[in-house]
């Protein structure tokens, strides 16, 4: 059994220094991206959609809050928030971009919070390295590959709690091409 086990942890360390080596070819060839800074805003609504037809480095720039707020007549409940917002904003990029994720944790906040954006393709979709305590900060960033609609959420132990609690909202990744036009629009 022992030769098997070597001979998997090597493909598997082979394809590890493959997927690094092409992500640092990746990332030094984003230098001289555009910069912009991600549109963020309050649901219900939305940012306007990309005109760009090149990729840019795109800025999320993302604060944990507590938000007291009301859950019905008369009771108050203090919702855990990306944002302030519940849920948080939607967060726009498009097919090719490198997007920077800078999740920051509000001093004063009682919670270890993440962030989990199903539309990246790496450990715990950006949650491994986003465990923030209050008052701290943690960046990462990818690029988006694959155009879609895409959850993120809170990670952080007890995730169903911490999405429970208003922690919660969709990126959508564009396709390079561009959106198709819809055929009924509702106003
Ligand atoms: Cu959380």
Redesign the pocket.
């Known amino acids: 059994m022992r030769p098997v086990i070597a001979v998997t942890t090597m493909v598997a360390l082979a394809l590890v220094g493959g997927t690094v080596a092409a992500q640092m070819q990746r990332r030094a060839s984003t230098g001289a991206l555009p910069e912009v800074q991600a549109e963020l805003l309050p649901p219900p609504r939305v940012p306007a959609p990309i005109t760009r037809s090149t990729p840019a480095r795109v800025i999320v720039a993302l604060e944990?809050t507590g938000v007291k707020g009301t859950l019905a007549d008369g009771v108050e409940y203090v919702f855990?928030t990306f944002g302030g917002t519940v849920p948080g904003p939607l967060i726009r990029v498009r097919e090719g971009d490198t997007v920077e994720i800078r999740l920051s944790s509000a001093k004063g906040s009682l919670?270890?919070?993440?962030i989990d954006l199903r539309a990246v393709t790496g450990p715990g979709g950006g949650a491994a390295v986003t465990q923030v305590m209050p008052g701290e900060r943690g960046d990462f960033e990818w690029k988006a590959l694959d155009p879609g609609l895409y959850v993120y959420h809170?990670?952080?132990p007890h995730g169903p709690v911490?999405i429970a609690?208003g922690?919660y909202g969709m990126i959508l990744v564009e396709p390079a091409r561009g959106l198709e036009p819809v055929d009924k629009r509702n106003v």
Request: hydrophobic share 25%.
């Open positions: 944990t855990w919670k270890t919070h993440s809170c990670a952080t911490h609690n922690m």
